[in-house]
């Protein structure tokens, strides 16, 4: 196959469906879509995590397998202003899988499900080489926080460090016998990632254009600056590092810039504010500023939208 990209392929997939319902009011195209129902606003998401595409095996316990599934859903119902609700859950498993490790994967689920309050409540079972975990989430909201909202003149701000995630993945895969203890941090943030439910109820009231962070910072900035037709311009001063990644890059001769902004997984949120609104954000990082025009900008150089993509 010609190599299209992920989101050329989406964009031809979804242009053979055609959505009939006048009650979907965000379709295909934003971290989740979003239904009327009633006088209630539902919204809808899936990902999945793919064994040797999401995670290796025997780099992973199975107890966090099943947080990281959760947790990689919630993240995109937040996203949009929505507060988890109901799931159900697709598996396929290779015919031999061990069921303690199966069970233990579930285990994982349910204390996530405890965290953030929902419950899943059905799903469906198939066999398969590798190991599939598919979570169908879906949420309410009152407000629908898309990536199309955002205005010239909004602050850009994220909820946390970024790029902190795929060092601790490359940390993983040297497979080295022993972790310094800012080693087994940055391993257990890509492995056990916390979605931001914290932050959903300032989302919702606030972000005039949100998206959770799994590509990569700059991609994702770029879905915001596409959707909403904007120039998104990121001041390098401001965009924080945290000391463990600054630890790790030293160590290990990186450019924690790479990271940070093309790092992927970090299920941090990426949103737009109106200037007058920033009281409400004293512990999110201020990192730019939205104009008219198109691309991101790190000062005044632009900067490739290139984020993970798996086609
Ligand atoms: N195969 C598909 N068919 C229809 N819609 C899809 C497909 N894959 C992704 N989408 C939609 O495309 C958009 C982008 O997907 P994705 O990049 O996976 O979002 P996210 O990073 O929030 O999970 C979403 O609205 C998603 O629902
Ligand atoms: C073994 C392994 N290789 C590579 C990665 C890195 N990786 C896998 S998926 C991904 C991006 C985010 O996942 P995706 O399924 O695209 O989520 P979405 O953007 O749809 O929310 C990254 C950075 C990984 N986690 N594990
Ligand atoms: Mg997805």
Same mark, same amino acid.
């Given at each position: ?69 959760? @947790?990689?859903?919630?993240? +995109?119902?937040?996203?949009? #202003?929505?507060?988890? $609700?109901?799931?159900?859950? =697709?598996? /396929?498993? !290779? ?33 398969? @080489?590798?190991?599939?975990? +598919?979570?169908?989430?879906? #949420?309410?909201?009152? $407000?629908?926080?898309?990536? =199309?909202? /955002?205005? !010239? ?159």
């Amino acid at each position: 196959m010609k190599h299209i990209g992920e989101f050329q392929l989406i964009k031809q997939l979804t242009k053979i469906l055609e959505i009939k319902d006048k009650n979907v009011l965000v379709g295909f195209g934003d971290d989740c879509a979003c239904v009327n129902v009633e006088s209630k606003k539902l919204v809808f998401t899936a990902d999945i995590q793919i064994e040797n595409v999401h995670f290796l095996k025997d780099k992973v316990k199975p107890t966090q397998l099943g947080w990281k599934l959760i @947790s990689v859903n919630v993240s +995109d119902v937040v996203a949009c #202003g929505g507060v988890p $609700k109901w799931a159900v859950i =697709s598996i /396929a498993v !290779p015919k031999n899988i061990n069921i303690k490790w199966l069970k233990e994967v579930y285990e994982g689920i349910k204390k996530a499900l405890d965290f953030y309050k929902f419950d899943i409540i059905g799903g469906n079972t198939s066999s398969s @080489s590798e190991i599939i975990f +598919d979570l169908f989430l879906t #949420g309410e909201t009152e $407000k629908f926080v898309s990536r =199309s909202g /955002a205005k !010239p003149g909004d602050y850009v701000f994220i909820s946390g460090h970024t790029g902190l995630s795929r060092a601790g993945l490359e940390l993983l895969l040297m497979d080295k016998k022993d972790y310094e203890d800012f080693e087994k941090r940055l391993i257990k943030t890509h492995l056990e990632p916390v979605a931001r439910i914290d932050l959903q109820e300032k989302i919702s009231r606030y972000a005039t254009a949100c998206i959770d962070i799994s590509d990569g910072l700059v991609g994702d900035l770029g879905h915001i600056s596409e959707n909403s037709k904007v120039k998104i311009i990121l001041e390098k001063e401001k965009i924080p590092i945290s000391a463990d990644l600054e630890k790790y890059c030293k160590k290990y001769n990186k450019n924690p810039y790479d990271y940070i902004l093309y790092g992927g997984e970090d299920y941090q949120l990426a949103f737009t504010i109106k200037k007058e609104d920033i009281i409400h954000f004293k512990n999110e990082f201020l990192i730019g500023i939205v104009e008219k025009g198109e691309g991101i900008y790190l000062d005044n150089k632009k900067l490739k939208e290139k984020g993970f993509e798996h086609i």
